[in-house]
């Protein structure tokens, strides 16, 4: 199985932060990588797909880079409706897997 | 518009086997490329991915657990099934369905989830 490890587990942030989290695939898996924000209750939201492309309906200030085993989700302006758990999930290999997710924190 | 919505007991005893039901609209799992999904999340806790089954009745496992589940669908009524058996309390937590509109997509669409708590 492709292990997903995201960092930092959690992260301290402001409104109107610049934001980075990162995730690393234990082995290449291309741009077949996904990020969702999930909400306290919620289900999870797709955010960005394939790497770097972003989902309908998200706002532009979301964005995501990477490719083989290392990627990036960043929000270049924190809003308030931002402060959610993020999730990194490989779709390169079955069986699929998720990182452990980041809590973005006030 | 596409909707998911899981259902199933909300509690189950342990080594009793759990039955979960995935209604959809909005899309049919006979077009080509979609499948639909099973993820978990223990209360407090990160995603899990279960199982997937896929438009051509492809079937896919977790490793840890594909001796205990078995993933089908009824194209006909819209329905995806998930059954786990010899359930445990640590398999208590939220079951989702998910949709991917082709296999190595993200997943657009989920149900709003459902709480299975396993105890006696």
């Known amino acids: 199985d492709i292990q997903m490890t995201q960092s930092p587990s959690s992260l301290p942030a402001s409104v109107g932060d610049r934001v980075t989290i990162t995730c690393r695939a234990s082995e290449s898996i291309r741009s077949y990588l996904n990020w969702y924000q999930q909400k306290p209750g919620k289900a999870p939201k797709l955010l960005i797909y394939a790497a770097s492309s972003l989902q309908s309906g998200v706002p532009s200030r979301f964005s995501g880079s990477g490719s083989g085993t290392d990627f990036t989700l960043t929000i270049s302006s924190l809003q308030p409706e931002d402060f959610a758990t993020y999730y990194c999930?490989?779709?390169?290999?079955?069986?699929?897997?998720f990182g452990q997710g980041t809590m973005v924190e006030i | 518009q596409v909707t998911l919505r899981e259902s199933g007991p909300v509690l189950v005893k342990p080594t009793q086997t759990l039955t979960l039901t995935c209604t959809f609209s909005?899309?049919?799992?006979?077009?080509?490329?979609?499948?639909v999904s099973w993820i978990r999340q223990p209360p407090g806790k990160a995603l899990e991915w279960l199982a997937r089954?896929?438009?051509?009745?492809?079937?896919y496992y977790s490793t840890s657990l594909e001796t205990r589940l078995t993933i089908s669908k009824d194209t006909s009524k819209n329905q995806v099934v998930l059954t786990m058996t010899n359930m445990d309390p640590v398999d208590t937590a939220t079951y989702y369905c998910a949709r991917a509109g082709i296999p190595a997509a993200g997943y657009d669409y989920w149900g709003q989830g459902t709480l299975v708590t396993v105890s006696s």
């Open positions: 999930q490989q779709s390169y290999s079955t069986p699929r897997t």
């Open positions: 909005g899309f049919s799992l006979s077009t080509s490329g979609m499948c």
């Open positions: 089954i896929d438009w051509d009745d492809g079937k």
